[in-house]
Nanobody, 121 residues
Framework: VQLQASGGGLVQAGGSLRLSCVVF????????GGWFRQAPGKEREFVGAISWSGNTTYYGNSVKGRFTISRDNAKNTVALQMNSLKPEDTALYFCATGPYTSRVSISYHNWGQGTQVTVSS
């Protein structure tokens, strides 16, 4: 199983970015999807999670109301729409899949390589 994340970049504060993650080698529709992020010198932080059906979503407190997680099982993708970006959102963003819709990173078995998001003030 391989996950390929894309869509990161440099954006000004208040701007938007859309991250996308394609899952190869697995029928993604049977698994939950998640996004995490890690800034230099900090621990990995939960961003969002979505159930296999898309009916259940969870968000980290710092992104709630600004970020939206979604999925397209036909295309084996999970996306993260990020609006009203802040400098503190700057981090390496990782997508992941696993059997449970969870806020905890150890629940996810497969991880992408990460895509860098940098928000300038």
């Amino acid at each position: 199983v391989q996950l390929q994340a894309s869509g990161g970049g440099l954006v000004q504060a208040g701007g938007s970015l859309r991250l996308s993650c394609v899952v190869f080698g697995r029928t993604f529709g049977n698994y939950a999807g998640g996004w995490f992020r890690q800034a230099p010198g900090k621990e990995r932080e939960f961003v969002g999670a979505i159930s296999w059906s898309g009916n259940t979503t969870y968000y980290g407190n710092s992104v709630k109301g600004r970020f939206t997680i979604s999925r397209d099982n036909a295309k084996n993708t999970v996306a993260l729409q990020m609006n009203s970006l802040k400098p503190e959102d700057t981090a390496l963003y990782f997508c992941a899949t696993g059997p449970y819709t969870s806020r905890v990173s150890i629940s996810y078995h497969n991880w992408g390589q990460g895509t860098q998001v940098t928000v300038s003030s």
